[in-house]
């Protein structure tokens, strides 16, 4: 099956392959595995994954290192060829027609330049707008405003390699969307930028999915990028899927917050003892007793004061603390990898 | 086209004439602007046919001289063929080190037609900073050849096409086991008994690359014969050899990438 996801002589033109097949989803991926090596050096880094994604949507892949998101990544994009499964973007099966399939897509992958630090950023734009099928000149419009929103402006004739790093990133974003491909994927977009880039770059990903319908596939270890931009959450570990919903879902869906309890009668003996009993997050000395955050679910917060009753330890203080996607996202991959152990990326 | 329009929603298509004009544009561009890496190719080859040259008369006197006009034929094809070699088989792997070969596979066109096009951007690179060696070359010893630029032109052409196809060979293995370009630029001493090979004692020699083109390009540029006067079993083979071994390396390079997308590695630097 793999074999046929190479790309072979088809005899369409990028033109005609910029059609889409009409209310199919941006992706939709079916049963896509992948297994590295032979006998028992076999590792499987994707297994049976399946997920839709709608047209216009940003969606966050997560997951621990070598939980496989991207060999999935790259298994959808056909640069490393799955073992089974189906990839179909916009309705285009990319085994049967990976061509028109390319004219859909771009990414920007981590870890790699993604474009040409010799050329100018304006050059880039053009370069990968061409081989993406796109006339450059039809469409230097898009590309100033492009600069424009990424706020490159000034360095559009400055080579790229002459860049702070941060600035580099966004000319790789940009280059990306310099071919108007209607589904991108990201991994990582925000590594190396700095805050303020970061909610720049987060607001244009919002623009380009409200406004031009673009579908956003977006891996990141930023929980914050992943909480505040993305419509939908996918979670991996171990090579699938441990979780998939809406951010909001996902946390209504944990038992698991913490409680931050402040007491001057904590001392070295307790602190131990609590740790023992429960999973404390953190302990912060204070003079006299301390500041600790207990992890708990349901109705673990009864348990942990019944606890410090029976001990006679006072809270002053206690705040119950809103899980996060992190908190979240650790619940789910810690039950899920500890079982089975790792996997390779 | 309204500013809001995205560049999908313009649909303003590149088909391969706006191809062929970015990919021969970025080389041009990074041609002139960094010249640094040409002119220190140039410099490279002077210094060494000027060690063959003086060390060459310091040792062997007459006959050196006997032989001047072939050693500076087959010295100019050298600098040709290492510089297409290199060039390619180099390029490919910065493609590789880049991610940008990556980008190049999932567009409409593909990575193919886009490295062809660096390839032949390449011989044309090759071609002007070997003339100025071959100029520089002239001067220096004060020799004469017979420059039919058309015959040249076609005769090296073809010649260091064969030579393209190692190298897209060579960039086949690089993207397979990454960082082995310094070993696989070993191949181009390679070059130099192929360009001496004595087709006329072993005739099955011709088959290899560069050896007949070095001949005809011999024969071309120190006895004068033009492109029409060579038969056409020697025409023949020589497109054979420079096409054979083109198609033959882009292979290797297609299966190279095919089992590296299998094996994932295909970016894996």
Redesign the interface.
Known sequence: M?ERL??RGES????E??ETESRAPALAVDGVS?T?GDGEDAVT?VDDVSFDIESGSIVGLLGPNGAGKT?LI?SI?????PDEGTVRLNGIDIRERP??A??Q???M?E?????????TVR?NL??????????????A???Q?LLEQLELTDKADT?VRDLSRGMKQKVSLASVL?????IVFLDEPTLGLDVESSRTLQTELRRLAT??D?TVVLSSHDMDVIETVCDRVLIMSDGTFVADDSVEELLRSTDVYGVRVVSSDFDDDLLSALQNAFEVRSVERLSPGARVEVETEGDGIYELMDWLRTRDVTPERVRTVEPGLEDLFLDLTDRAVQPTGGSLE | ?S?????????????YP??I??VLY?EY??FV??PANAIGGIFISLFFFGVLFFGGQVLSGQALDDSLEGIIVGYFLWTLSLGAYQSISNDIGSEVQ???L?????????FAP?ALLKGAAKVVRTFITSVVVLGVMLLLTGTTLALNVLTTVVIATLSVLSVLGLGFAAGGITVLYKRIGNWLNLLQFLFIPLISAPIFEQPLLRILPLAHGSGLLQRAMVDGTRLWQFSAVELATLVAVAFGYLFGGYIIFQYAT?RA????V??DY
């Open positions: 793999s190479e790309q369409v033109t990028p033109d392959g910029r992948k590295f880094a060999t790259k994009l056909g640069m490393v060829l061509r028109a390319y004219a897509v771009d990414a992958l870890g790699a330049r993604n474009d040409y630090w010799r050329l050059e053009r370069y990968f707008s061409t081989v993406a099928g796109v006339d450059p000149d039809a469409v419009n898009q590309h405003r080579a310099a071919g108007g491909a209607s406004e031009q673009i | 086209m500013a809001s329009q995205s560049p999908a929603e313009s649909r303003r298509t590149a088909g706006k191809l004009k970015a970025r561009l990074i602007r960094y880049w991610g940008t990556e980008r190049h596979i999932m567009t409409p066109f593909g886009v095919r997308r299998r094996l994932g295909l970016g």
